[in-house]
Structure formats: structure tokens, C-alpha cells
């Protein structure tokens, strides 16, 4: 059973704790992937094209997701509080 089929059965205590959760973990995801893109920048400008250039984008859809997830979370919570 995947996540999105499961919402429905999860009390709504539960969905404003895994929402609280993932807000939390996408300020976490935004604050790395920033830090990531301005030293990728920054090793690029110094030493040239490396691996590191390219881990922003490795991670990327670890954000991607965890927003797919919230967005879920929230047209849940809406659904049963109109």
C-alpha cells in the first residue's frame, strides 16, 4: 500500500504530525541544497568541473518528493475539515 492510499485511513492527529514533520524536513532539504549550490559554485569557480558541481542536483528530488508528500498531507487535511 503506498502513502497516498493510506491517508485516508490516518487519524487527523497523525496527518498534522507527519505535516509538522515534513515542513521541518523540506526547511532542512532547502537550507542543504543552498548551502550545497552556493559551495558548487564557488568549487566550480576555483578548481573547474567536479562531482561536487553536480550534487545539488543529486538531491534535488529528495525535495521534490518531500513536497509532493506535504502537498498530499495538506489536500487531506482539507478534505476533512472543509
Do not use: C
Amino acid at each position: 500500500m503506498t502513502e497516498t492510499e493510506d491517508l485516508p485511513g490516518v487519524h487527523i492527529s497523525e496527518l498534522h504530525k507527519r505535516k509538522n514533520t515534513l515542513r521541518t524536513l523540506l526547511v532542512i532539504w532547502t537550507v542543504i541544497l543552498i548551502i550545497l549550490g552556493l559551495t558548487a559554485i564557488f568549487i566550480t569557480l576555483k578548481q573547474g568541473y567536479s562531482v561536487f558541481t553536480v550534487l545539488p542536483v543529486v538531491f534535488l528530488p529528495g525535495l521534490i518528493v518531500s513536497k509532493r508528500k506535504l502537498d498530499l498531507i495538506n489536500v487531506e487535511l482539507k478534505r476533512r475539515n472543509p
